[in-house]
Structure formats: structure tokens, C-alpha cells
């Protein structure tokens, strides 16, 4: 199992991010991909979750409304896009496999993604 | 949403026992949530070590064991060896809430 992130981000406040999560080594539309961030320094938050195989969403509750996730199941990829970016919004960006159906823990992470928001 | 509440540090010698707790209110960490934790060495991604409160993913040292009882959770590493100094993270998976991380542990091993 393998999940392979996009590169790093410079952005401005205000702009969009969309990082891509290429996933490989699994039945990809059988287990929910989660995005996890940490802020420098920081621990770990999750963002919100993806069901692939009906593209049902549940982000949490302090990103909605800011963040999409879509998935292309024709290139195993998953993507999170975050709009209106600020400051609190530098961080590392996680693509994370669900490890059961339901999504009871995270079993196979991305390597991340640096997503630097700065003027 | 509350948080789940870690220690900031713990410590051990190497082949002693410590434990982490994971604590929180009945709506983050209550009977039908599920625990796991994450190992995170500095500048790489989270490990599974234990998943659905007790549970050790394959490949995982039995040293590592969980458990749950009420609102709290914790981590036991037994016979600590110097690769175990890492951050330690807990995780709540509730019912129709988001999912929770706690503030994370880091284990000096002395």
C-alpha cells in the first residue's frame, strides 16, 4: 500500500490549495481517505473524511465550508482542495487510509505536504 | 468540540514500563468510541500502534498494548528501548462526531 502526495505549496492568504493523494496497492473505492494536518510545532487534526465508493463526505467541523474532497477513481487519486487560506493554515497536509470500512483508525499515511500560506 | 487530554511528556529507563493516558468528556471518548494510537517520529508521518482501544496492527512489538475503561484511554510500552523515544498521539472515533487527536505525549527514553 502506497499513498504518494503532490509537493510542497507556497500560497498566498486568501488563495485556494488543492494537493492530490496517488494511491496504489489496495482496492481504492473499499476504504475511506482522510486528510490529517499539523501545524509547525503542532499536533495532529483531522480535516474530514471521504467515502470513496460513494464520494459521501463529513469534514469537520471548524474547516466547513472551506474544504472540498473529491476522489478520481479512474487514477486511484483522492484531493483536497482548501479555500481562502490564511496564516493558521501552514501546515503539513496527511492523505490517510482508513484501515476498516467503517474507518475506525488510520493504517497507511501520505508523506505529506507542506502547504506554506504567506504574504 | 473538547479535547482529549494527554500528558505533555513522560519518561522511562530503558526496560521499564510507562503508560500514557488519553482522557475526555462522555461525547468525545464515551462506551461506543473507538481509541487508537500513532507514533510519530520528528519530521515523518504517524504510525498505527493500536486500533479499536486494544487492538495491535501486525508488525507491531507486543511491548505495545491498549486499553479503555469509561472516558479514559491509555497506551502501556513495556520493556522501553531507545527507539521507542517518539510523540504518542491517541484518537477518538465517536459516533456522529467529528474525529478527535489528542495534544500528544512525548516519551523521553532516558
Known amino acids: 500500500v502506497q499513498l504518494v502526495q503532490s509537493e510542497p505549496e507556497v500560497k498566498k492568504p486568501g488563495a485556494s490549495v488543492k494537493v492530490s493523494c496517488k494511491t496504489s496497492g489496495y482496492r481504492f473505492s473499499t476504504y475511506p481517505i482522510n486528510w490529517v494536518r499539523q501545524a509547525p510545532g503542532q499536533g495532529l487534526q483531522w480535516m474530514g473524511r471521504i467515502r470513496v465508493s460513494h464520494t459521501m463526505t463529513k469534514s469537520s467541523q471548524r474547516l466547513q465550508g472551506r474544504v472540498t474532497m473529491t476522489v478520481d477513481t479512474s487514477t486511484t487519486t483522492a484531493y483536497m482542495e482548501l479555500r481562502n487560506l490564511s496564516s493558521d493554515d501552514t501546515a503539513v497536509y496527511y492523505c490517510?487510509?482508513?484501515?476498516?470500512?467503517?474507518?475506525?483508525?488510520?493504517?497507511?499515511w501520505g508523506q505529506g505536504t507542506l502547504v506554506t500560506v504567506t504574504s | 468540540q473538547s479535547a482529549l487530554t494527554q500528558p505533555a511528556s513522560v519518561s522511562g529507563s530503558p526496560g521499564q514500563s510507562i503508560t500514557i493516558s488519553c482522557t475526555g468528556s462522555?461525547?468525545?471518548?464515551?462506551?461506543?468510541?473507538?481509541v487508537s494510537w500513532y507514533q510519530q517520529y520528528p519530521g515523518k508521518a504517524p504510525t498505527l500502534m493500536i486500533y479499536?482501544?486494544?487492538n495491535r496492527p501486525s508488525g507491531v512489538s507486543l511491548r505495545f498494548s491498549g486499553f479503555k475503561s469509561g472516558n479514559t484511554a491509555s497506551l502501556t510500552i513495556s520493556g522501553l528501548q531507545a527507539e521507542d523515544e517518539a510523540v504518542y498521539y491517541c484518537?477518538?472515533?465517536?459516533?456522529?462526531?467529528?474525529?478527535?487527536f489528542g495534544g500528544g505525549t512525548k516519551l523521553t527514553v532516558l
Open positions: 479499536g482501544n486494544i
Open positions: 490517510v487510509k482508513s484501515r476498516g470500512v467503517t474507518g475506525d483508525s488510520f493504517d497507511y
Open positions: 484518537c477518538s472515533f465517536g459516533v456522529n462526531i467529528d474525529v478527535i
Open positions: 462522555s461525547s468525545v471518548i464515551g462506551d461506543s468510541s473507538l
